[in-house]
């Protein structure tokens, strides 16, 4: 569970912002940092728990790019959905990270983030990744921030203690799709117990 609790909190920081200085040589860095202080307000503010994940999931819905995130984390699978399978996915895929990121973060919580690089950007400079240390308690993680620039930067992956969830997501996907198919991956997603998923 101590992953699961350091993911939530990374997945909070990731809080949208209003397409912040995209003329800047470091944007992806700049919307982090002004992102977490958002964060930390919000959930100084929030008077109980549905009205933080409620505001929370309308920074998240701005800044995180769900459909790029669910496509990767299918592979090659994702070309054999049809179109209504994938409309399908794409909404459980949202929901289920929405649901299991935000589940454990409480009103009052506070977290530190430390940040180990600016932006490490791809030869294209689309594609960026910022390294962090994220720390609530006595509990910290090292946490890799993966964002692509589509008409705006938003983030795509994030990588904890060196497990990048997409990839996670993938492992556990493909083998319920190849096991039972996907129906049975959708259910899967839609139930209580979806948090063990990742494992």
Known sequence: ??????????????????????????????????????????????????????????????????????????????????????????????????????????PGKEFKVNYRSGTRFNKEKDRGEIQTTIISGDVEADVDYRFHSDGGWRAYDMVVDQVSIMRNYRKSFLKILAKDGFDALIAKMQSKDSETIEE
């Not at 090659?76 to 049809?82: A, E, G, N």
């Not at 399908?88 to 454990?104: D, E, G, H, N, V």
């Open 1 to 106: 569970m101590r992953n699961a609790l350091l993911i939530t909190l990374v997945t909070l920081l990731l809080a949208p912002t209003q397409l912040l200085a995209q003329e800047s040589p470091d944007a992806p860095l700049e919307i982090l940092k002004t992102n977490t202080e958002k964060i930390r307000e919000l959930v100084r503010q929030s008077k109980t728990e549905e009205e933080m994940q409620a505001n929370v999931k309308d920074l998240m819905d701005t800044f995180v790019n769900f459909d790029e995130f669910g496509e990767l984390s299918l592979g090659k699978q994702w070309k054999t959905l049809t179109e209504e399978q994938r409309k399908i996915y794409l909404a459980q895929f949202k929901a289920l990270l929405q649901r299991t990121y935000l589940r454990r973060f409480k």
